[in-house]
């Protein structure tokens, strides 16, 4: 029997699961495959929705599912932490036990350390996990006045375009409640525009510039002053805040760094087509877990998954895997409560920014119902 | 002594690797870095020839050299501060 193992429980785990499970059924059915997820949470979490949880905009209850619900019932989930790979003899362990593979989807994602910037888990906020996200919430809610400063401390970080979306969230929100004359927003990005890529940039540089939102560039902070509330920076820098809401750094999991399959980061060396991770013909990295120079976002996680399926159902045939990942991603850009856009691009094509509407808003608020179809692999 | 006979301290080889992640890696490196070391960035990304000395003039370092070889340019950087 040939054994596929999948680490993590995120979008790209489940995804790469369920396409699995449907390319390989006749195989599941007749004991010649097994497909094995690894989770260390019961849940999945939708982390889009936490930009909307801190405007009280998604209940958190909403961006939870228990994984069991997401998967096709044919997959073998086991709910248990993964301590390393040890891929020269082909098996995971974990807390529980050994669990031998002929294919491994390394599915980890990646995580927020806002301990490598000195002061700022005294005096910062973000919203890139749960317990961030709720304290961020309540701070809002009692926001009276003064200023915001919205920080991205370093890069790659997940969602590149939900620090832009959460400036003009604010802008909206703060306007809704009749303060925004009193609240002053800061939004500071580590390279000499507001966004990685230009064309986004100046259309985001114009809309800040309409409603007031300050911007400061080639700004990368490498200390918070929790004592005077002040955000320092390499550049010799410093910027004052009532309110800090970081993006903090990011790095890949702790298990990819244990068992010595990432760089010093944690991002794993992986192909960025075959999306086979470098040294390996039997292991795949999907989403957030791979060095791959895309955007660390649901979508690309969802595009990878379809290649990584295809190959590795093609290798169980003995076929040669022929898909291939040309870096497509999409996302969407809210830029207030009642209007956004969205980008399409991959490695070849730059994104083209489509005008902002509300009917690409409702779009992304109706996603954010659906996006349980995405995991299971319905949409 | 010209650029390209400079011999850095730190070596970032970022070849391969797409705006921004070159200057990024910078970034980080000349954080940890002590004052007076010379790093030498290799990028096979031509926005980072122009990108990576704009940094450097802000965050008042010292750019020593620009060097393009043939597949990649080396941006050569003192920490001065």
């Known amino acids: ?55 009280n905009r998604m209940e958190e209850s909403e961006l939870f599912k228990e994984i069991k619900y997401l998967l096709d019932p044919m997959i073998d989930l086991r709910i248990e932490r993964a301590i390393r790979v040890v891929p020269e003899e082909n098996y995971v362990e974990t807390e529980k036990e ?42 809002l809610a009692r926001f009276e006045g003064g200023k915001i400063v919205v920080s991205i401390m370093g890069i790659p970080h997940k969602c590149p375009v939900a620090p832009i979306e959460v400036s003009f969230m604010l802008h909206d929100f703060f306007k809704l409640l009749g303060r925004r004359d009193k609240v002053e927003i800061l939004y500071t990005y580590p390279i000499n525009s507001v966004f990685l890529m230009q064309n986004v940039s100046s ?4 809309l800040f510039n309409e409603r007031g939102i300050k911007y400061k560039t080639f700004f990368n902070p490498i200390e918070v002053d929790a004592k005077n509330k002040k955000v320092i920076t390499l550049e010799g820098e410093e910027e004052d805040f009532d309110l800090l809401i970081a993006i903090p750094p990011h790095k890949g999991s702790q298990l990819v760094i244990d068992s010595g399959l990432g760089d010093k ?14 040294d390996y013909d039997n292991i795949y990295a999907v989403g957030d877990a791979t060095d791959i120079p895309v955007s660390k976002a649901g979508s690309v996680a969802h595009f990878e998954a379809e290649v990584i399926s295809e190959n590795i159902a093609a290798q169980i045939k003995s076929l040669p895997p022929t898909a291939r990942y040309f870096g497509k991603a999409m996302c969407f850009i809210e830029m207030g409560f009642d209007l956004a856009t969205y980008i399409w691009f991959d490695y070849e094509t730059p994104p083209k920014l489509v005008k902002p509407n509300k009917f690409i808003h409702w779009s992304k608020i109706a996603y954010n119902k659906m996006y349980w179809l995405t995991a299971r692999g319905v949409l | 002594m010209k650029a390209e006979e400079i011999k850095a301290d730190i070596v970032v080889d970022a070849r391969g690797s797409f705006c921004p992640g070159p200057l990024m890696e910078l970034v980080k490196t000349i954080k940890d870095a002590e004052v007076g070391k010379v790093i030498e960035v290799l990028s096979s990304d031509a926005s980072s020839a122009k990108d990576i000395p704009e940094w450097v003039e802000k965050a008042g370092h010292g750019l ?10 080396r941006i050569i950087v003192k920490k001065i501060k």
Request: glycine share 10%; aromatic share 12%; no cysteine.
């Open chain 1, 98 to 139: 050994k669990h031998y593979y002929d294919f491994l989807v390394i599915a980890t994602g990646s995580r927020v350390v806002p301990e490598e910037i000195p002061g700022l888990v005294e005096s910062g906020h973000w919203f890139y996990n749960v317990d961030g996200a709720r304290k961020l919430r309540d701070e």
């Open chain 1, 203 to 206: 259309v985001v540089e114009q």
């Open chain 1, 265 to 278: 980061n944690g991002w794993i060396p992986t192909d960025r087509y075959t999306l086979k991770v470098k």
């Open chain 1, 1 to 55: 029997m040939k054994k596929i193992l999948v680490i993590g429980g995120g979008v790209g785990g489940t995804l790469v699961s369920n396409y699995l499970a449907d390319k390989l059924r006749e195989e599941i059915k007749n004991d010649e495959v097994k497909i094995t997820l690894i989770s260390e949470r019961d849940k999945q979490l939708y982390e889009p929705g936490l930009l909307y949880m801190i405007f």
């Open chain 2, 64 to 73: 020593i050299g620009v060097v393009q070889e043939d597949s990649y340019w």
